[in-house]
Nanobody
Framework: QVQLVESGGGLVQPGGSLRLSCAAS???????????MGWYRQAPGKQRELVAT?????NLNDADSVKGRFTISRHNTRVYLQMNSLKPEDTAVYYC???????????WGQGTQVTVSS
């Protein structure tokens, strides 16, 4: 099993920045089986949506709505999301995700609230 623990959410004014962090832990075999790590978000009344992902090899995928503003990075078993130029529509619960390479099984963190408001 893999556990994901997020940190870094909070309240920020429009135009501000936040940095989310997520640490994966668990059995060595389980953690090494992870291929993709990333971030998803869910706003009230909406479905959970992709924000950005990064593979073990460094391949990136991000949503059009965050291109040029959010940057995902990864170091070993940690993944980060640098969020700049935040907008009120970025307000959501952000979830860390890790995907097992063998069968695409998803692990999820508990979520961290990001609120963009003046």
């Amino acid at each position: 099993q893999v556990q994901l623990v997020e940190s870094g959410g909070g309240l920020v004014q429009p135009g501000g920045s936040l940095r989310l962090s997520c640490a994966a832990s668990g059995g060595l075999f389980s953690v090494n089986a992870i291929n993709v790590m990333g971030w998803y978000r869910q706003a009230p009344g909406k479905q959970r949506e992709l924000v950005a992902t990064i593979t073990t090899g460094g391949n990136l995928n991000d949503a059009d709505s965050v291109k040029g503003r959010f940057t995902i990075s990864r170091h070993n078993t940690r993944v980060y999301l640098q969020m700049n130029s935040l907008k009120p529509e970025d307000t959501a619960v952000y979830y860390c995700n890790a995907k097992r390479g063998s069968d695409n099984y998803n692990y999820w963190g508990q979520g961290t609230q990001v609120t963009v408001s003046s």
